[in-house]
């Protein structure tokens, strides 16, 4: 199992609201390629590259699981989560909707849908294969980013809470399509609408933040399959976490569309995943389910304490 840690093309499996057309599961690797601008830091290909090959490699090799809690807010409201990953995928369970803890009757709802993936492994076995579809979409994407967009140097910001490793030096760039690159498939036919900015963590070679505007209208399977309309927008944070592991810490996505020239989409949300905590590398999906329900009775102890 690739943990959400290790890498952007691990990391979208909890982003399953924009996961509606085939390439929209990779909206949120954008990046760089060829340039004559010029960077204090080098070439800033090569320093993508690096990155690049960073994230990867680490998709593959970490072998670290984390429990984590994540916030997504949307126009209807908020749901809150705290997932582990596991050997099997990701278990995840919801504790609150809009701030306030689940019902008797919610929690008794959310209890038997999580159960239903140990009491039947065929729901499990969908739900790794689904994830691991995920993942390889946005693989491909990341492997894409040295050759899909031209790119030049921007400046420099300093790592924060969130963004990077706080302290570090991050770089700067700005990229747009390259005219010369030719998607091999459907997956990475977004990046031939999409322009904005990428921060890069020149210290670990790193990807810290990647902010994305599709400036014309994308179509997928020559619009029959469906379009993204222009101006839609994302930004995607990474950190450093415990033992120098990287996280998603924060997704924003905004994008409106078709599918099948039919059914119109609008995807608004942002996410936001903490209180990263390092569990074994060998749990089960039952193991990690156990986890979380430890969890969340902890913390409606420690609620419960508050308000008295």
Do not use: C
């Not at 890498?7 to 760089?32: E, H, K, N």
């Not at 977004?190 to 990647?210: K, T």
């Amino acid at each position: 199992m690739q943990t959400k840690a290790a890498s952007w093309s691990a990391s979208i499996r909890r982003a399953s609201a924009w996961l509606l057309l085939p390439g929209v599961a990779s909206l949120a690797a954008v990046s760089a390629a060829q340039s004559s601008a010029v960077s204090p830091y080098g070439d800033p290909v090569e320093l993508v590259r690096r990155a690049v090959h960073n994230e990867i490699d680490a998709s593959h090799d970490s072998g670290a699981h984390f429990m984590f809690r994540g916030t997504k807010t949307t126009p209807k409201g908020s749901t809150t989560e705290i997932y582990v990953e596991t050997n099997d995928a990701t278990a995840g369970l919801i504790v609150a909707y809009d701030g306030k803890p689940l019902s008797p009757d919610q929690r008794r709802a959310e209890q038997a849908r999580v159960q239903r993936f140990v009491s039947n492994p065929e729901e499990l076995r969908k739900k790794r294969a689904q994830e691991r579809e995920n993942d390889e979409r946005t693989s491909g994407i990341v492997r894409a980013l040295p050759d899909a967009f031209l790119y030049e140097y921007a400046g420099e910001e300093t790592g924060a809470a969130g963004i990077g490793r706080v302290g570090d030096p991050l770089v700067k760039l700005k990229f747009r399509p390259n005219p010369g690159y030719k998607p091999p498939s459907r997956v990475e036919e977004v990046l031939r609408g999409m322009q904005g900015y990428v921060l890069v963590d020149v210290v670990h070679q790193r990807i810290a933040s990647i902010d994305g505007t599709l400036f014309k209208d994308v179509t997928f399977g020559w619009g029959i399959l469906g379009r993204l309309d222009h101006g839609g927008h994302f930004v995607v944070h990474q950190e450093a976490v415990e033992n120098d592991f990287w996280e998603i810490s924060s997704m924003r996505l905004h994008f409106t569309g078709k599918i099948l020239l039919v059914k119109s989409i609008s995807i608004e949300s942002t996410e936001v995943f903490g209180g990263f905590k390092q569990v074994p590398s060998d749990l089960s999906f039952a193991q990690g389910l156990e986890l979380l329900r430890k969890e969340e009775a902890a913390e409606a102890v420690a609620g419960n304490h508050v308000r008295k």
